[in-house]
Protein backbone atom coordinates (compact mmCIF):
# COMPACT_ATOMS: atom_id res chain seq x y z
CA UNK A 1 0.00 0.00 0.00
CA UNK A 2 1.42 3.46 -0.77
CA UNK A 3 1.06 6.66 0.59
CA UNK A 4 -2.13 7.56 0.37
CA UNK A 5 -2.36 10.97 2.35
CA UNK A 6 -3.12 8.99 5.66
CA UNK A 7 0.72 10.39 6.76
CA UNK A 8 2.87 12.89 4.63
CA UNK A 9 6.09 15.71 5.77
CA UNK A 10 5.07 16.99 8.95
CA UNK A 11 2.68 14.11 10.17
CA UNK A 12 3.00 13.21 13.84
CA UNK A 13 2.41 9.35 14.94
CA UNK A 14 2.52 7.32 17.65
CA UNK A 15 4.89 4.20 17.95
CA UNK A 16 3.91 1.68 19.98
CA UNK A 17 7.01 0.39 22.66
CA UNK A 18 7.49 -3.07 23.21
CA UNK A 19 6.61 -3.58 26.83
CA UNK A 20 4.25 -0.75 27.21
CA UNK A 21 3.33 2.58 26.12
CA UNK A 22 4.43 5.09 23.22
CA UNK A 23 6.76 7.10 21.87
CA UNK A 24 5.97 9.87 19.59
CA UNK A 25 7.33 10.48 15.92
CA UNK A 26 7.07 12.92 13.46
CA UNK A 27 7.60 12.10 9.58
CA UNK A 28 10.34 14.53 8.09
CA UNK A 29 10.94 12.89 4.80
CA UNK A 30 9.38 10.62 2.89
CA UNK A 31 10.91 8.59 -0.22
CA UNK A 32 8.98 9.31 -3.49
CA UNK A 33 6.74 6.01 -3.10
CA UNK A 34 6.10 6.80 0.84
CA UNK A 35 7.87 3.33 1.63
CA UNK A 36 11.08 4.80 3.14
CA UNK A 37 10.59 8.30 6.04
CA UNK A 38 13.08 10.04 8.27
CA UNK A 39 11.68 10.69 11.48
CA UNK A 40 12.17 12.44 14.73
CA UNK A 41 11.70 10.53 17.54
CA UNK A 42 10.53 11.73 21.25
CA UNK A 43 9.92 11.13 24.73
CA UNK A 44 8.75 10.59 27.31
CA UNK A 45 6.77 7.41 27.42
CA UNK A 46 3.29 7.99 27.20
CA UNK A 47 0.15 5.65 28.39
CA UNK A 48 -1.63 6.33 25.48
CA UNK A 49 -1.28 8.09 21.84
CA UNK A 50 -0.32 11.72 22.58
CA UNK A 51 -2.87 14.43 21.30
CA UNK A 52 -1.68 16.75 18.75
CA UNK A 53 -2.14 19.71 20.53
CA UNK A 54 0.62 18.56 23.01
CA UNK A 55 3.05 17.93 20.36
CA UNK A 56 2.93 21.82 19.01
CA UNK A 57 6.24 22.89 21.25
CA UNK A 58 8.24 20.13 20.12
CA UNK A 59 11.37 20.88 18.27
CA UNK A 60 13.84 18.53 16.73
CA UNK A 61 16.39 19.50 18.71
CA UNK A 62 13.39 17.72 21.54
CA UNK A 63 14.42 14.43 19.57
CA UNK A 64 16.01 11.53 21.64
CA UNK A 65 16.79 10.14 18.06
CA UNK A 66 16.51 10.36 14.39
CA UNK A 67 15.88 7.37 12.13
CA UNK A 68 15.56 6.53 8.51
CA UNK A 69 12.63 4.04 8.76
CA UNK A 70 10.27 1.70 6.71
CA UNK A 71 6.99 3.05 6.82
CA UNK A 72 5.26 -0.24 7.08
CA UNK A 73 3.68 0.21 9.99
CA UNK A 74 2.01 3.69 8.84
CA UNK A 75 0.99 2.18 5.83
CA UNK A 76 -0.56 -0.96 7.73
CA UNK A 77 -2.17 1.24 10.72
CA UNK A 78 -0.07 -0.06 13.40
CA UNK A 79 1.69 3.05 14.39
CA UNK A 80 -1.45 5.53 14.81
CA UNK A 81 -1.66 8.88 12.81
CA UNK A 82 -2.23 11.57 14.93
CA UNK A 83 -2.18 14.27 12.70
CA UNK A 84 -0.32 17.63 11.43
CA UNK A 85 0.28 20.87 13.62
CA UNK A 86 0.63 24.08 11.48
CA UNK A 87 2.84 25.47 10.34
CA UNK A 88 5.34 22.49 9.07
CA UNK A 89 8.02 23.77 8.50
CA UNK A 90 10.19 21.94 6.46
CA UNK A 91 13.91 23.45 6.47
CA UNK A 92 13.81 23.12 10.52
CA UNK A 93 13.21 19.16 9.91
CA UNK A 94 16.56 18.64 8.28
CA UNK A 95 18.12 15.30 7.29
CA UNK A 96 21.10 14.90 9.10
CA UNK A 97 24.42 13.78 8.43
CA UNK A 98 25.29 9.76 9.58
CA UNK A 99 28.09 7.74 9.91
CA UNK A 100 28.85 4.60 8.42
CA UNK A 101 31.16 2.47 9.86
CA UNK A 102 33.25 -1.08 8.50
CA UNK A 103 33.82 -2.92 11.30
CA UNK A 104 36.60 -4.82 10.29
CA UNK A 105 38.50 -2.01 9.23
CA UNK A 106 37.81 0.71 11.40
CA UNK A 107 36.95 2.86 8.64
CA UNK A 108 34.73 5.14 8.56
CA UNK A 109 32.18 7.77 6.18
CA UNK A 110 30.08 10.83 6.89
CA UNK A 111 26.80 9.62 4.86
CA UNK A 112 25.04 12.42 2.69
CA UNK A 113 20.76 11.80 1.64
CA UNK A 114 19.08 13.62 -0.89
CA UNK A 115 17.17 16.09 0.79
CA UNK A 116 14.15 14.99 -1.19
CA UNK A 117 14.81 10.93 -0.73
CA UNK A 118 15.95 9.86 2.38
CA UNK A 119 16.88 6.76 1.02
CA UNK A 120 18.91 8.44 -1.61
CA UNK A 121 22.69 8.86 -0.83
CA UNK A 122 24.13 11.98 -2.09
CA UNK A 123 28.14 11.56 -0.59
CA UNK A 124 30.11 9.53 1.41
CA UNK A 125 33.06 11.04 2.75
CA UNK A 126 35.67 9.48 4.66
CA UNK A 127 35.64 10.58 8.69
CA UNK A 128 37.76 9.62 12.30
CA UNK A 129 35.69 6.43 13.35
CA UNK A 130 36.29 7.88 16.27
CA UNK A 131 32.97 10.81 15.63
CA UNK A 132 30.32 10.19 18.20
CA UNK A 133 28.40 13.51 16.92
CA UNK A 134 26.65 11.81 13.72
CA UNK A 135 24.14 9.04 14.44
CA UNK A 136 24.63 5.61 12.71
CA UNK A 137 23.31 5.11 9.18
CA UNK A 138 21.09 2.46 9.21
CA UNK A 139 17.46 1.74 7.59
CA UNK A 140 15.26 0.87 10.67
CA UNK A 141 12.52 -1.90 10.04
CA UNK A 142 9.18 -0.63 12.17
CA UNK A 143 10.28 -3.62 14.17
CA UNK A 144 13.59 -2.10 15.00
CA UNK A 145 12.74 1.60 15.80
CA UNK A 146 9.72 0.23 18.42
CA UNK A 147 12.95 -1.65 19.53
CA UNK A 148 15.34 0.97 19.69
CA UNK A 149 12.95 3.32 21.11
CA UNK A 150 11.94 1.15 23.77
CA UNK A 151 15.08 0.68 25.32
CA UNK A 152 15.68 5.11 24.73
CA UNK A 153 12.74 5.12 26.85
CA UNK A 154 13.68 2.72 29.23
CA UNK A 155 12.24 3.42 33.07
Known amino acids: MKNESRYREGTWFAVPLR ?3 YAVGRVARLSP ?7 YFFG ?6 ALSEELTALQPSDAVAVFQFGALHLQDGKWPVIGSTVPWQREQWRIPNFIRREPLTERAWRVVYDDNDPNRVLSEVPISNDDT ?4 DALCGAGSVEIKLTRLLAN
Do not use: S
Request: glycine share 36%.
Open 19 to 21: DQG
Open 133 to 136: TLGT
Open 44 to 49: PRRAGP
Open 33 to 39: GGEIGLG
